[in-house]
């Protein structure tokens, strides 16, 4: 199916609310001020609504858009008193972005390793492939794309086992013979990931692996003809208005498909946007209704019990009560938060290297940083929206 032709609006303010006759008391006045005063809540019901940034960000007080400005600031002091690793926050509310930070050095122009928020950018671009017809299906084996023997079982691992983590591939993500050979760019990746043995049948078995992302950009290059660095700026990153990026490669030039993507923070914002849009931009359907559900859904019967848990290239997140939020999630800290019932984005980048760009964090300190993260996010930015 064709996506849809057509145009966005620009920003524009929802109606003004109304405003029962008659003069209220003083006290009501007085009691209403000091409400507001106190929980930094606007003194009106009226909101702006940005629309999406067709030409450029809109910046908005926090309480322009219905956010407790006094608590997004608690929020902005918390990371520079305790969290010396953060280096940008965005809150975006409305299309508006209500709050933004960077710290240590960073500013709006920094392009950040998002590392496997990579992943998030990969299968959305399978989707994509899928809708244009490039790409069958899911259920399309990975030995219709890549060189495989067709006596080789792993022939058989489907793309939706990639995109589920679920290949069966025995690919061990802390181990440096697997991730650190990969980020070493020297090497045949996709004849080493499929020169793996086992671990399980495709389907059985989930294993968080930058390896099952990897061989999903292989396919994407044998299927659409030109790199997945070169599809994701046609059909992604320019639609989005992303006019900078850089994605590193493998030795056979095959852009890594679960990391070493750089992107702006304000443009991970803009992916999140489309996310909270349902895959639409600008009146465009970039990406399917029902891909976007298919990538968010997660696998777990019963996921309200994790913080975080596992879809399909993206993370199902629950913090608190509050509503579920969608996730593409990233090493040290590189996260953008999709909320739709409070129509809300946020994106933090982190410190990832002790030295960069190839000596990383150790795995405690990174597991210590996204908690830190997880809970500023539960104890400030999400209660700024009630």
Same mark, same amino acid.
């Given at each position: 199916?064709?996506?849809?032709?057509?145009?966005?609006?620009?920003?524009?303010?929802?109606?003004?609310?109304?405003?029962?006759?008659?003069?209220?008391?003083?006290?009501?006045?007085?009691?209403?001020?000091?409400?507001?005063?106190? +929980?930094?809540?606007?003194?009106?019901?009226?909101? @702006?609504?940005?629309?999406?940034?067709?030409?450029?960000?809109?910046?908005?007080?926090?309480?322009?858009?219905?956010?407790?400005?006094?608590?997004?600031? +608690?929020?902005?002091?918390?990371?520079?008193?305790?969290?010396?690793?953060?280096?940008?926050?965005?809150?975006?509310?409305?299309?508006?972005?209500?709050?933004?930070?960077?710290?240590?050095?960073?500013?709006?122009?920094?392009?950040?390793?998002?590392?496997?928020?990579?992943?998030?950018?990969?299968?959305?671009?399978?989707?994509?492939?899928?809708?244009?017809?490039?790409?069958?299906?899911?259920?399309?084996?990975?030995?219709?794309?890549?060189?495989?023997?067709?006596?080789?079982?792993?022939?058989?691992?489907?793309?939706?086992?990639?995109?589920?983590?679920?290949?069966?591939?025995?690919?061990?993500?802390?181990?440096?013979?697997? %991730?650190?050979?990969?980020?070493?760019?020297?090497?045949?990746? @996709?004849?080493?990931?499929?020169?793996?043995?086992?671990?399980?049948?495709?389907?059985?078995?989930?294993?968080?692996?930058?390896?099952?992302?990897?061989?999903?950009?292989?396919?994407?290059?044998?299927?659409?003809?030109?790199?997945?660095?070169?599809?994701?700026?046609?059909?992604?990153?320019?639609?989005?208005?992303?006019?900078?990026?850089?994605?590193?490669?493998?030795?056979?030039?095959?852009?890594?498909?679960?990391?070493?993507?750089?992107?702006?923070?304000?443009?991970?914002?803009?992916?999140?946007?489309?996310?909270? /849009?349902?895959?639409?931009?600008?009146?465009?359907?970039?990406?399917?209704?029902?891909? %976007?559900?298919?990538?968010?859904?997660?696998?777990?019967?019963?996921?309200?019990?994790?913080?975080?848990?596992?879809?399909? /290239?993206?993370?199902?997140?629950?913090?608190?009560?509050?509503?579920?939020? /969608?996730?593409?999630?990233?090493?040290?800290?590189?996260?953008?938060?999709?909320?739709?019932?409070?129509?809300?984005? %946020?994106?933090?980048?982190?410190?990832?290297?002790?030295?960069?760009?190839?000596?990383?964090?150790?795995?405690?300190?990174?597991?210590?940083?996204?908690?830190?993260?997880?809970?500023?996010?539960?104890?400030? %930015?999400?209660?700024?929206?009630?």
């Amino acid at each position: 199916m064709r996506p849809l032709a057509g145009r966005g609006h620009g920003p524009s303010k929802q109606g003004s609310s109304s405003i029962a006759r008659g003069r209220p008391s003083r006290w009501v006045v007085l009691i209403f001020g000091l409400f507001c005063l106190f +929980t930094g809540r606007p003194a009106t019901a009226q909101e @702006v609504d940005c629309g999406q940034p067709l030409d450029g960000w809109i910046t908005v007080a926090p309480e322009e858009v219905g956010l407790n400005h006094a608590l997004l600031a +608690t929020a902005g002091d918390r990371v520079s008193e305790s969290m010396p690793f953060l280096r940008s926050l965005i809150v975006v509310r409305h299309g508006c972005i209500a709050y933004e930070g960077y710290f240590g050095g960073a500013d709006e122009a920094t392009p950040f390793n998002v590392f496997s928020v990579t992943k998030s950018v990969t299968g959305t671009l399978i989707g994509i492939a899928i809708e244009e017809g490039l790409i069958d299906s899911v259920y399309d084996p990975i030995g219709d794309y890549l060189p495989i023997d067709a006596g080789d079982r792993r022939a058989q691992i489907t793309l939706g086992n990639l995109l589920k983590m679920l290949s069966g591939i025995d690919w061990d993500e802390s181990n440096a013979r697997d %991730i650190l050979g990969m980020l070493q760019g020297e090497r045949d990746e @996709v004849a080493t990931i499929l020169g793996l043995p086992l671990a399980g049948r495709p389907g059985t078995i989930w294993n968080y692996s930058t390896a099952d992302s990897h061989l999903l950009s292989a396919v994407l290059t044998a299927a659409t003809g030109v790199s997945t660095d070169e599809y994701a700026h046609s059909r992604l990153f320019e639609p989005l208005g992303i006019d900078e990026s850089e994605w590193q490669t493998d030795a056979q030039g095959i852009p890594f498909g679960g990391t070493q993507l750089y992107l702006r923070a304000r443009d991970m914002a803009r992916f999140g946007l489309l996310y909270l /849009h349902d895959g639409q931009w600008d009146g465009v359907q970039i990406v399917p209704p029902r891909w %976007i559900d298919l990538l968010t859904t997660p696998q777990l019967a019963d996921p309200s019990v994790y913080e975080m848990s596992y879809a399909a /290239h993206w993370w199902h997140v629950l913090l608190g009560e509050f509503p579920p939020m /969608h996730a593409a999630s990233g090493y040290g800290g590189q996260l953008i938060f999709v909320a739709p019932d409070l129509d809300m984005v %946020i994106v933090t980048t982190a410190n990832g290297y002790v030295e960069p760009p190839d000596r990383y964090i150790s795995g405690a300190q990174e597991a210590a940083q996204r908690e830190a993260i997880l809970h500023l996010v539960r104890t400030a %930015i999400l209660p700024a929206s009630q």
